[in-house]
T-cell receptor, first 115, second 116 residues
């Protein structure tokens, strides 16, 4: 799976949009971009994923550049409960074999939302 | 729907002792994973099961770690003998076969191990 690069930490004011960047310059055509987050003392939680189109769900939006070498996770109105480590992961989906379903986590971005 | 259950939440042992962690995945989830998360790092996959068969255990230290998933439901991860560097949170995750295309994994809250 391709390697990702994320800033180690970011701050955001409560109520403002949080924009978390991720670089994945070596991504392959069949690799998806996944975002998970991990709140303190909890297991990681799935947020969103995409291949090449922008995606939105009830939690966040995912913007993927046209060349797919980078993406941005957007939390439109950050709350204190969004303080967490955010992981950007790229992986092949549906390929079968031993890598199928495997998530390789980096160190992620620590997002701190301030009052 | 009930989430992934893990126990114990916390365990403190001395080095060279043994420990076992238990995981009960979400009902119907055929794929089960054990991850190790050392403080300050992202989770690292130890082993992946599909039903009761091992799919990937390439990063499992087999000289001291073992895992099983009898009957394709619950799973147990054992460490014997433990070393100081095994201090970590052990996370269990499962995935529904219906969500194979999305790849969403559901994680438990983890079992925190401290080796003294």
């Amino acid at each position: 799976d391709a390697k990702t690069t994320q800033p180690p930490s970011m701050d955001c004011a409560e109520g403002r949009a949080a924009n978390l960047p991720c670089n994945h310059s070596t991504i392959s055509g069949n690799e998806y971009v996944y975002w998970y987050r991990q709140i303190h003392s909890q297991g990681p939680q799935y947020i969103i994923h995409g291949l090449k189109n922008n995606e939105t769900n009830e939690m966040a939006s995912l913007i993927i550049t046209e060349d797919r070498k980078s993406s941005t996770l957007i939390l439109p109105h950050a709350t204190l409960r969004d303080t967490a480590v955010y992981y950007c992961i790229v992986r092949v989906v549906g390929a079968g074999g031993t890598s199928y379903g495997k998530l390789t986590f980096g160190q992620g971005t620590i997002l701190t939302v301030h009052p | 729907e009930a989430g992934v259950a893990q126990s114990p939440r916390y365990k403190i042992i001395e080095k060279r002792q043994s420990v076992a962690f238990w995981c009960n995945p979400i009902s119907g989830h055929a794929t089960l994973y054990w991850y190790q998360q050392i403080l300050g790092q992202g989770p690292k996959l130890l082993i992946q099961f599909q039903n009761n068969g091992v799919v990937d255990d390439s990063q499992l230290p087999k000289d001291r770690f073992s895992a099983e998933r009898l009957k394709g439901v619950d799973s147990t991860l054992k460490i014997q003998p433990a070393k100081l560097e095994d201090s970590a949170v052990y996370l269990c995750a499962s995935r529904s076969p219906r969500l194979q295309a999305t790849g969403e994994l559901f994680f438990g809250e983890g079992s925190r191990l401290t080796v003294l």
